[in-house]
């Protein structure tokens, strides 16, 4: 069975970090793409990184590119979104979710896989 564990998520004030983690199992850890998603209250889901098991590609939204860098550890079937100087417009529940059997990665991919979230709160 795939699962998809989050964790990490908290209260920071505004200009803080916080890392997330996204621990994943039932699966060979090498043909994947693994994205972060985020929802905040009253709006839609939206995509913010991804990156790819086999060709390490990474994919980010303009909200947080230069901010946020995601990264895997193959060893540990962990996927990791390193968030830094975070703003109050990226408080939301963030889920990781995946799509197997893949080489690449990319934002269009429909993931077949979801984690339960992780909320990020920050305050200003």
């Known amino acids: 069975e795939v699962q998809l564990v989050e964790s990490g998520g908290g209260l920071v004030q505004a200009g803080g970090s916080l890392r997330l983690s996204c621990a994943a199992s039932?699966?060979?850890?090498?043909?994947?793409?693994i994205g972060w998603f985020r929802q905040a209250p009253g709006k839609e889901r939206e995509g913010v990184s991804w990156?790819?098991?086999?060709?390490?590609?990474?994919h980010y939204a303009d909200s947080v590119k230069g901010r946020f860098t995601i990264s895997s550890d193959n060893g540990k079937s962990t996927v990791y979104l390193q968030m830094n100087s975070l703003q109050p417009e990226d408080t939301a529940v963030y889920y990781c979710?995946?799509?197997?059997?893949?080489?690449?990665?990319?934002?269009?991919?429909?993931?077949?896989?979801w984690g339960k979230g992780t909320p990020v709160t920050i305050s200003s």
């Open positions: 979710a995946a799509r197997l059997r893949v080489w690449g990665c990319s934002p269009q991919y429909v993931m077949d896989y």
């Open positions: 990156i790819g098991g086999r060709d390490a590609s990474t």
């Open positions: 039932g699966f060979t850890f090498e043909d994947y793409c």
